[in-house]
Nanobody, 119 residues
Framework: QVQLVESGGGLVQPGGSLTLSCVASGVTFGTYVMSWYRQAPGKERELVAVISAAGGSTNYADSVKGRFTASRDAAKNTVYLQMSSLKPDDTAVYYC????????????WGQGTQVTVSS
């Protein structure tokens, strides 16, 4: 059974930082591309960051470049999203996604964690 469990969300002031974590179980972690998405109220889910299965490559949405950093720890089956210089527009539910690097139908989602940026 595949599970992705996110944690680390919360309320933070503008300009602050948060680090999200996503622990994966039931998958061979090194064969999955890991991504972070977010969905704000009334908006479509959008891709925030992608990190390759081997961890050597990352890509980011333009809106978060230079502020967010994705990383993964194979020993812990965990992917992280370090967020800094947070803005109110970053407020959303953040979701972890795992997609097999060959078999794209093996695609899994976490339950999401709320990030609220507000003074």
């Amino acid at each position: 059974q595949v599970q992705l469990v996110e944690s680390g969300g919360g309320l933070v002031q503008p300009g602050g930082s948060l680090t999200l974590s996503c622990v994966a179980s039931g998958v061979t972690f090194g064969t999955y591309v890991m991504s972070w998405y977010r969905q704000a109220p009334g908006k479509e889910r959008e891709l925030v960051a992608v990190i390759s299965a081997a961890g050597g490559s990352t890509n980011y949405a333009d809106s978060v470049k230079g502020r967010f950093t994705a990383s993964r720890d194979a020993a812990k089956n965990t992917v992280y999203l370090q967020m800094s210089s947070l803005k109110p527009d970053d407020t959303a539910v953040y979701y972890c996604n795992a997609r097999h690097y060959v078999f794209n139908t093996r695609n899994y989602w976490g339950q999401g964690t709320q990030v609220t940026v507000s003074s």
